[in-house]
Structure formats: structure tokens, C-alpha cells
């Protein structure tokens, strides 16, 4: 598969509708396959910090990353979004990424560590 990188950009939005998804910094502590969902897929739980705590996610994420890999590991995810029912999962946030050039999802994590909670900004 071959990712069109010359897809057009999204409408502007107002520095405020950005201000309204909110972007934290979290570490995987717990990961493990989830056979059940459609694409290659593992569950989450991942460590916000103690505002906002331990949080549910299914990412589409096993074509590049083994549950052992991800342990320890910090990652980005949006943490307002009304939580969605993911076959028999529950995920209460979404975890970030970028396609690679052939399609698999490559997560956002920052350069050094952070605290658990951090925001994006």
C-alpha cells in the first residue's frame, strides 16, 4: 500500500477549537493482543498521571509493536473524547499515531520523557 502524502488539508480551525482536544502524554502499563477486532489491534492500559489516571485503549497497532514492546513505553493520546465500544472492549481514549509509508500505525511519543499527564501544547 502506498500512502498518498499529498492529500489536501483539513478546513482551518480557530486556535481555540484546538485548545478543546486534549492531548496527554501517558505510559503504557499494561498491553496485550485483541484477536477479536477487525485489523491487527492490541488493548491498553495506559498511566495519565493522578488527575486524570489509569485509561482503556484499542490501537490498531500490532502490525509493528509486540505487548512487550509497548511496557514502559510513553505515548500520546487524546483523553476527552467520549469513550467508544470497540467490539467487547471499552476504549476511553485515543492513542495517536502516523501511518508509515506502508499504511501500519506509527505511535506519537515524545523525544525524552515527560511526567504522565502532560498536555499537549
Given amino acids: 500500500m502506498h500512502l498518498d502524502t499529498t492529500a489536501t488539508l483539513a478546513e482551518t480551525v480557530g486556535f481555540d477549537a ?5 492531548i ?3 505510559t ?5 493482543p485483541y484477536p477479536e ?10 498511566d495519565f498521571g493522578p488527575v486524570i489516571g489509569v485509561k482503556r485503549s484499542s ?5 509493528l509493536y509486540t505487548p512487550e514492546q509497548l511496557i514502559g513505553r510513553q505515548v500520546a493520546a487524546v483523553v476527552n473524547f467520549p469513550p467508544r465500544q470497540i ?3 471499552t476504549s476511553e481514549v485515543l492513542t495517536l499515531g502516523f501511518p508509515s ?5 506509527v505511535l506519537v511519543s ?8 502532560a498536555r499537549l501544547f
Fill in 24 to 26: 496527554r502524554i501517558g
Fill in 18 to 22: 484546538f485548545l478543546k482536544v486534549d
Fill in 110 to 117: 515524545p523525544e525524552r520523557a515527560v511526567p504522565n499527564g
Fill in 59 to 63: 490501537a490498531q497497532i500490532a502490525a
Fill in 87 to 89: 467490539g467487547k472492549f
Fill in 37 to 46: 477486532a477487525r485489523k491487527p489491534s492490541l488493548k491498553l492500559r495506559i
Fill in 28 to 32: 503504557v502499563i499494561e498491553a496485550e
Fill in 101 to 105: 509509508t506502508e499504511g501500519e500505525v
